[in-house]
């Protein structure tokens, strides 16, 4: 634990929004895997079906010896993902019931909860922007060239365990936090938009961009796979780095740095 003077680092709109994109995505996450499953397979291109070969991701099930195998296909190649995916209480079913909402076969009800919280997400990333544009919080996220000259050295202390604590984020945690709130939430909000049918009418030349609205949902789901790895290697951190004070910070607002080396 760090030895020096509290400092306060995280205002309050920082704190609120944080637990508010938390929640919002937990639920995003589980009801995205209930929506997949009403069509567990990946795609490139505009459209998808028995009469197209262009499926990245499949996840199935097979009888095998009069018993159920989960079979999962990635670029051509398949394995056997029994009891992992593709099969769930001896139903055809690509994600399990466990890391799904609700835990029954509903899309309906999986696609009410997704954008009620989608929606949450974008008015709430709005409202940090704005919010961060006006305090200055969002410059401080922004990697300076003296940060991107001091990343080797970051990197070299990280792997050894050596955590600094300081007033201000360090260059990993500047490039994690700015892909994280200006390239991976505003891609997954745009693929989003791209699969709807209201708003491609209204903005036909986003689905365009993504080149279909197929490849949209595989950017779509990949964002998200992204955004799991970086919740889990946020924990990671949390937990090597001092989790006490790492949660008062985003609690409280007041973290606790190693003194006039780092403050």
């Known amino acids: 634990m760090p030895e020096g003077p509290l400092v306060y680092r995280q205002r309050l709109i920082t704190r609120v929004t944080h637990w508010v994109w938390a929640i919002s995505l937990f639920f995003l996450m589980l009801t995205g895997l209930q929506i997949f499953n009403a069509h567990p397979s990946l795609h490139i291109g505009m ?15 097979r009888e095998v010896g009069g ?9 051509g190649a398949e394995f056997d993902t029994t009891g992992i995916l593709g099969v769930s ?3 055809p079913r690509a994600f399990p019931a466990a890391l799904t909402i609700p835990s029954y076969q509903s899309l309906a009800t999986g696609r009410v909860i997704h954008f009620f919280f989608a929606w949450t997400l974008v008015l709430t990333l709005a409202l940090w922007l704005a919010a961060s544009a ?7 996220l922004i990697p300076s060239l003296a940060d991107l000259r001091a990343l080797p050295r970051d990197l070299a202390d990280h792997a050894r365990l050596r955590f600094h604590h300081s007033a201000d984020y360090n260059v990993l945690q500047k490039l994690a936090y700015a892909s994280v709130l200006f390239l991976a939430l505003p891609l997954m909000i745009l693929t989003g938009l791209s699969m709807s049918p209201g708003f491609n009418a209204a903005a036909p030349w986003l689905l365009d961009l993504f080149g279909g609205r ?5 950017i779509h789901f990949l964002t998200m ?3 799991i790895g970086f ?7 949390i937990l090597l780095a001092g989790p006490l004070n790492e949660m008062r910070a985003i609690l409280t607002g007041w973290y606790r740095t190693d003194g ?3 403050a």
Not at 47 to 61: K, R
Not at 67 to 75: D, K
Request: glycine share 12%.
């Open 231 to 237: 919740f889990a290697v946020h924990m990671a951190m």
């Open 214 to 218: 197929q490849t949209a949902r595989t």
């Open 67 to 75: 018993e159920l195998r989960g079979v999962t296909q990635v670029l």
């Open 89 to 91: 209480g001896g139903e």
């Open 134 to 140: 006006l305090n200055g919080h969002l410059r401080q």
């Open 260 to 262: 006039d080396r780092n």
């Open 225 to 227: 796979l992204a955004l």
């Open 47 to 61: 459209e998808s079906g028995f009469d197209y070969d262009n499926a990245i991701l499949t996840i199935g099930a």
